[in-house]
């Protein structure tokens, strides 16, 4: 008897560990309807929508388009982008690419890298959704300005239907180089809290510090500041 309930319990959490990659993977698709819905409602700078969702058992795909608005003269830049969502147990790892990659043609800010966006959620609600950028290093043909660093990280946490969200950054060097002078900032850390107020109005607090930073003129002495 006592072996017939091991065997009955194996098979049960066999059944369990098989089934909830299903659920997770039904419920993702649920969940970023709703994530389109409420990002849409929220505010009025971009506009995101799917197009295509492609529900699989371990996995799932989705592309769809971010239009970004400009609030000055209503100009819009559309973005179609790429995502692939990996079923988990309690929740999903969805991972965003852009479709026409994340530089201009032509372009290598990045190096050998590409930066990284992924969103996570958990059935029960809560998201964390992280952009990680490796070094790069951005030049403006027109002014001849540099801008490169160390890479950093970029997270925002909060929940489907939460009227709370958190962001945070942290940038552990960069530099604006341009033909004046150049500006070099360490330690370049951010810790926002933000509470809808009402339909696309957000209030809240935060907090900005910086380790270090030194300005370089070209026909100067350099200065130095330090947090």
Do not use: C
């Not at 649920?30 to 492609?54: F, H, K």
């Not at 799932?60 to 388009?65: L, N, R």
């Not at 990280?153 to 552990?172: C, H």
């Amino acid at each position: 008897m006592k072996r017939q309930w091991i065997m009955a319990s194996a098979g049960l959490l066999v059944v369990v560990v098989v089934a909830l990659p299903w659920g997770t993977g039904y419920l993702a698709k649920q969940q970023w309807q709703q994530v389109t819905q409420e990002v849409n409602r929220s505010q009025a700078l971009l506009d995101m929508q799917i197009e295509r969702y492609d529900r699989g058992f371990w996995n799932s795909e989705f592309e769809g388009t971010v239009l970004l608005r400009n609030p000055a003269n209503d100009d819009e830049i559309s973005l179609p982008y790429l995502a692939k969502v990996s079923h988990g147990l309690t929740g999903n790892l969805t991972e965003f690419q852009p479709v026409n990659g994340w530089t201009p043609s032509g372009e290598n800010w990045f190096g050998d890298e590409a930066p990284r966006l992924t969103a996570e959620t958990r059935l029960w609600g809560s998201a964390v959704g992280e952009l990680t950028v490796p070094k790069f290093s951005i030049t403006d043909d027109g002014s001849a300005e540099t801008v490169f660093g160390s890479g950093g990280v970029v997270r925002v946490e909060g929940g489907l239907g939460s009227d709370t969200v958190g962001l945070s950054a942290d940038w552990p060097s960069l530099v604006i180089a341009a033909e004046e002078a150049d500006i070099r900032l360490s330690g370049l850390t951010l810790e926002q809290e933000m509470q809808r107020l009402s339909g696309d109005v957000w209030v809240g607090e935060g907090t900005v510090a910086l380790q270090s930073m030194e300005l370089m003129p070209a026909n100067a002495d350099a200065v130095m500041l330090r947090g």
